[in-house]
DNA sequence: GACCTGACGCCCC
DNA sequence: AGGGGCGCCAGGT
């Protein structure tokens, strides 16, 4: 197993405070870390499910609450089956109700 | 150290 | 409504 990079890492640690049942973006994620690109959020995510299973790579989409990433898990269809699963519906390949789901980093800080 | 690659986002037709 | 161009920037070669 080999060593994450630490940006990486940085992605990890948000992408794991992400509440149960709540959805974030990549451009929220790179906007709070103020590192990097929503780009490479993706990029580290596509890591995540490379290297660790304990990361809900699943409850990140983009700015439009779209599923652009679930070509990347087992099967196409795994991302909308966990996010389903924890309450989260998706319809069309988009998450219902976004706008109520999306949760933004900034939230660590208040808390 | 240059070059390539991305789970994006934004602007322009 | 849909498609193309381009900036983004850390890591791997």
């Known amino acids: 197993m080999k060593k994450q990079a630490p940006y990486f890492e940085q992605v990890y640690e ?3 405070a992400i509440p149960y049942g709540r959805v974030s973006t990549y ?3 790179a906007d709070y870390l103020a590192l990097g690109s929503a780009r490479m959020v993706g990029w580290a995510l596509r890591n ?5 299973d304990d990361i809900p790579a699943h409850r990140v989409v983009n700015r439009n609450g779209e599923l652009t990433g679930r070509m990347h898990f087992d099967t196409p269809e795994t ?3 966990l996010l ?3 309450g989260t519906r998706v319809e069309n390949n988009q998450v219902v109700l976004f706008r109520e789901k999306f ?3 900034e939230a660590l800080d208040h808390a």
Do not use: C, K, N, V
């Open 14 to 16: 948000i992408t794991r």
């Open 27 to 29: 451009g929220a994620i």
């Open 48 to 52: 995540a499910l490379l290297w660790q």
């Open 79 to 81: 991302m909308q089956a």
């Open 84 to 86: 389903e699963s924890e």
């Open 103 to 105: 949760w933004h980093p």
